[in-house]
């Protein structure tokens, strides 16, 4: 069974996605045989590499909100992802566009790592202040999963996966995913979002069944 999953790395929904749905996996019992696949897409391929202002600053600009909802937006969801495990520093957090992360991404997917691969690099960006947009930060996340740090460089200092991070956009537009994180399953059944656990349960349930 496949399950391909369309996020992006600073999308703090997706992170949370991907955790309950690692949960659902982990007590589904066919889960050996589950395949992921992991897709990208730019939540805004014109944001600049490198951005100064602070993730609140962003919300405030992009959404129209007022400082006191932008800091009660990052509150509400810094708790959800606690309720996973996962610590939120969103305060620290440094944004920046992601096509570099998503083309290692691919080149880590080459190599078997791409699961080791997002997870820190969502870790990095979500809890340790990663400037997701600044290659050499990008470069020395690689050997924490075998990859060496020339290998990454080679490819960020190429044109390598652009092509491949641009597929899975176009595929993307042809389901009609507009937000992420949005998970498919043997192309069948869609879950959009980061649903509960007990509903990615049952799409894989249900998906196994069909």
Same mark, same amino acid.
């Given at each position: 069974?496949?399950?391909?999953?369309?996020?992006?790395?600073?999308?703090?929904?997706?992170?949370?996605?991907?955790?309950?749905?690692?949960?659902?996996?982990?007590?589904?019992?066919?889960?050996?045989?589950?395949?992921?696949?992991?897709?990208?897409?730019?939540?805004?391929?014109?944001?600049?590499?490198?951005?100064?202002?602070?993730?609140?600053?962003?919300?405030?600009?992009?959404?129209?909100?007022?400082?006191? @909802?932008?800091?009660?937006?990052?509150?509400?969801?810094? /708790?959800? $992802?606690?309720? =996973? #495990?996962?610590?939120?520093?969103?305060?620290?957090?440094?944004?920046?566009?992601?096509?570099?992360?998503?083309?290692?991404?691919?080149?880590?997917?080459?190599?078997?790592?791409?699961?080791?691969?997002?997870?820190?690099?969502?870790?990095?960006?979500?809890?340790?202040?990663?400037?997701?947009?600044?290659?050499?930060?990008?470069?020395?996340?690689?050997?924490?999963?075998?990859?060496?740090?020339?290998?990454?460089?080679?490819?960020?200092?190429?044109? @390598?996966?652009?092509?491949?991070?641009?597929?899975?956009? /176009?595929? $993307?537009?042809? =389901? #009609?995913?507009?937000?992420?994180?949005?998970?498919?399953?043997?192309?069948?059944?869609?879950?959009?979002?980061?649903?509960?656990?007990?509903?990615?349960?049952?799409?894989?349930?249900?998906?196994?069944?069909?």
């Amino acid at each position: 069974m496949q399950v391909e999953i369309w996020s992006d790395m600073i999308c703090p929904w997706c992170y949370i996605g991907k955790r309950r749905f690692e949960m659902a996996l982990a007590n589904f019992a066919h889960r050996d045989q589950v395949n992921i696949i992991w897709r990208s897409f730019e939540l805004d391929p014109n944001f600049p590499t490198h951005y100064s202002e602070s993730l609140a600053t962003l919300l405030i600009t992009k959404y129209g909100v007022s400082p006191e @909802q932008a800091t009660t937006m990052n509150v509400r969801v810094s /708790a959800l $992802a606690e309720e =996973l #495990g996962l610590a939120y520093r969103l305060n620290l957090a440094r944004p920046g566009n992601t096509l570099d992360a998503h083309r290692l991404l691919h080149f880590y997917a080459s190599k078997n790592q791409a699961d080791q691969a997002i997870e820190a690099i969502m870790h990095g960006y979500f809890s340790e202040s990663l400037a997701i947009g600044d290659r050499e930060s990008l470069i020395k996340l690689a050997p924490t999963f075998g990859v060496s740090e020339a290998g990454a460089r080679t490819v960020l200092e190429s044109d @390598q996966f652009i092509s491949e991070v641009r597929a899975d956009e /176009a595929q $993307a537009a042809q =389901l #009609g995913i507009s937000g992420v994180p949005a998970f498919y399953i043997d192309g069948k059944i869609a879950v959009s979002g980061a649903q509960s656990v007990e509903e990615f349960s049952q799409a894989l349930e249900k998906a196994w069944a069909a």
